[in-house]
């Protein structure tokens, strides 16, 4: 009812409808006032405008140009064509946009006030301040005046969203909106118009950071550097030998010389770096997750612009590992992997740590970007420490939360650990 009357009424509107609430609460007396003679006279004014709302001769259609993707917490401006297909000018139209339903599933919804009520009941926090947040909202959208448009005439209104979240943001249709006679209430035409564009998780500045490990041989020699994007580095030509691989042999000096020669190379060091997300949590869309999420983000862009691969370990409704940079895949590749990143509440701790200690013979080093700091955890990077894993560990804890225990196998390694809290995690990656 609120999203209806939002889109519904005008500011005068809403101002003619708080007079009616007013007068209808100070005249009930009508026999010592008169104010009942306003509320009758504002009502009458809502009910007229109420019914010309069905009234509304027009025929539209519309095409948006959306970029491809978008970011979250930044505007997202784009260009709607409006074309009028009636025979009669049209004017002081309004467009609005109509997403999919943000309403999330009962599981969702659940797992969300389930979340909330044990994080009051640890952090202290006001239920009122609990209330200001909703983790299900898509998007902030402003409304767009489309021009006056001649009879079947066109006209370009300029539109701009504000994401929320990240992933896909759905477009069912638009809606034209007009004013009453009166400027109260707005008739409305829907035209269907189903778009979609990709959300990017936000992402924050780093500073310069002497990420761990160093140029590191991958086991499997040329094959495996081909598969992985490392190019093999050209040495000399030799007599060809037998098994050689014909793609190797250099036609031009056997032109010459008049027997086979083959081209000689040999494999490539680089810093292969894991980058491992930890998505376990109970909550959807929870605060934390999404930080972890864009620290995520940050840390891809980062190491995707230096000479070195990044592996993105993560765990959903199976285990994951995407490869990106030296040509096997962009920056921009792997945040669209990051922006369908989804919490996975049915699954152990255990699984992550089996997928990385089973990857881990091959990078230099590991980033690490952990939901919380528990005793599944602490083992984690216990093992990892115990297999002499270069480690940076990123520990995302709510707003006023902490951690307990944060010494532990990482006491020894000073500048190893850091603690993010929500809110401040950009100032948090300024210091490392």
Same mark, same amino acid.
């Given at each position: 009812?609120?999203?209806?009357?939002?889109?519904?009424?005008?500011?005068?509107?809403?101002?003619?409808?708080?007079?009616?609430?007013?007068?209808?609460?100070?005249g009930?007396?009508?026999?010592?006032?008169?104010t009942?003679?306003?509320?009758?006279?504002?009502?009458?004014?809502?009910?007229?405008?109420?019914?010309?709302?069905?009234?509304?001769?027009?025929?539209?259609?519309?095409?948006?140009?959306?970029?491809?993707?978008?970011?979250? +917490?930044?505007p997202?401006?784009?260009?709607?064509?409006?074309?009028?297909?009636? =025979?009669?000018t049209?004017?002081?139209?309004?467009?609005?946009?109509?997403?999919?339903?943000p309403?999330?599933?009962?599981?969702?919804?659940?797992?969300?006030?389930?979340?909330e009520?044990?994080?009051?009941?640890?952090?202290?926090?006001?239920?009122?301040?609990?209330?200001?947040?909703?983790?299900?909202?898509?998007?902030?959208?402003?409304?767009?005046?489309?021009?006056?448009?001649?009879?079947? +005439?066109?006209?370009?209104?300029?539109?701009?969203?504000?994401?929320?979240?990240?992933?896909?943001?759905?477009?069912?249709?638009?809606?034209?909106?007009?004013?009453?006679?009166?400027?109260?209430?707005?008739?409305?035409?829907?035209?269907?118009?189903?778009?979609?564009?990709?959300?990017?998780?936000?992402?924050?500045?780093?500073?310069?950071?002497?990420?761990?490990?160093?140029?590191?041989?991958?086991?499997?020699?040329?094959?495996?550097?081909?598969? #992985?994007?490392?190019?093999?580095?050209?040495?000399?030509?030799?007599?060809y030998?037998?098994?050689?691989?014909?793609?190797?042999?250099?036609?031009?000096?056997?032109?010459?010389?008049?027997?086979?020669?083959?081209?000689?190379?040999?494999?490539?060091?680089?810093? =292969?770096?894991?980058?491992?997300?930890?998505?376990?949590?109970?909550?959807?869309?929870?605060?934390?997750?999404?930080?972890?999420?864009?620290?995520?983000?940050?840390?891809?862009?980062?190491?995707l612009?230096?000479?070195?691969?990044?592996?993105?370990?993560?765990?959903?409704?199976?285990?994951?590992?995407?490869?990106a940079?030296?040509?096997?895949?962009?920056?921009?590749?792997?945040?669209?992997?990051?922006?369908?990143?989804?919490?996975?509440?049915?699954?152990?701790?255990?699984?992550?740590?089996?997928?990385?200690?089973?990857?881990?013979?091959?990078?230099?080093?590991?980033?690490?970007?952990?939901q919380?700091?528990?005793?599944?955890?602490?083992?984690?990077?216990?093992?990892?420490?115990?297999?002499? #894993?270069?480690?940076?560990?990123?520990?995302?804890?709510?707003?006023?939360?902490?951690?307990?225990?944060?010494?532990?196998?990482?006491?020894?390694?000073?500048?190893?650990?850091?603690?993010?809290?929500?809110?401040? #995690?950009?100032?948090?990656?300024?210091?490392?």
């Amino acid at each position: 009812m609120w999203y209806w009357a939002r889109r519904r009424l005008t500011p005068a509107g809403w101002a003619v409808v708080a007079a009616v609430i007013i007068a209808g609460g100070v005249g009930t007396d009508i026999e010592n006032t008169v104010t009942y003679q306003a509320f009758a006279l504002m009502f009458v004014l809502m009910f007229f405008a109420f019914l010309c709302s069905f009234w509304f001769p027009g025929k539209f259609s519309a095409v948006r140009r959306l970029p491809r993707v978008g970011t979250a +917490g930044q505007p997202l401006p784009y260009q709607i064509e409006v074309k009028n297909l009636t =025979r009669t000018t049209q004017a002081g139209l309004t467009l609005l946009e109509n997403l999919a339903d943000p309403r999330p599933s009962y599981r969702d919804w659940l797992g969300y006030e389930m979340a909330e009520s044990r994080r009051v009941r640890v952090f202290r926090l006001a239920q009122r301040q609990r209330r200001t947040r909703n983790p299900f909202r898509l998007a902030d959208v402003k409304e767009a005046e489309i021009p006056p448009m001649l009879p079947l +005439g066109t006209a370009e209104a300029r539109g701009e969203i504000l994401p929320l979240r990240r992933g896909i943001l759905r477009f069912k249709g638009v809606t034209v909106a007009r004013p009453d006679p009166l400027g109260l209430f707005r008739s409305f035409l829907r035209v269907p118009a189903a778009q979609t564009v990709l959300i990017l998780p936000k992402r924050y500045a780093l500073p310069p950071i002497a990420l761990p490990g160093s140029l590191r041989y991958q086991e499997g020699g040329v094959a495996l550097a081909a598969h #992985v994007g490392s190019s093999e580095e050209f040495v000399a030509l030799r007599d060809y030998r037998h098994g050689d691989p014909l793609r190797h042999i250099h036609w031009r000096s056997w032109a010459k010389t008049g027997k086979p020669i083959v081209k000689e190379y040999e494999d490539e060091f680089f810093v =292969r770096h894991a980058l491992v997300l930890d998505t376990f949590d109970e909550e959807p869309n929870s605060e934390v997750l999404e930080e972890a999420v864009s620290v995520a983000a940050s840390f891809a862009c980062t190491i995707l612009t230096q000479e070195s691969l990044l592996d993105l370990l993560f765990v959903g409704n199976q285990s994951y590992c995407f490869t990106a940079g030296r040509g096997v895949g962009s920056s921009d590749r792997m945040l669209e992997v990051l922006a369908a990143v989804q919490h996975c509440p049915d699954k152990k701790f255990e699984v992550l740590e089996r997928l990385v200690t089973n990857h881990v013979s091959t990078v230099s080093g590991c980033i690490c970007v952990l939901q919380r700091w528990d005793g599944a955890r602490r083992k984690f990077i216990e093992k990892l420490k115990g297999l002499d #894993v270069p480690l940076l560990v990123l520990i995302i804890v709510p707003k006023g939360g902490g951690i307990s225990g944060a010494g532990g196998p990482l006491v020894d390694a000073a500048g190893t650990l850091h603690v993010l809290e929500v809110g401040k #995690v950009e100032e948090g990656l300024r210091k490392l």
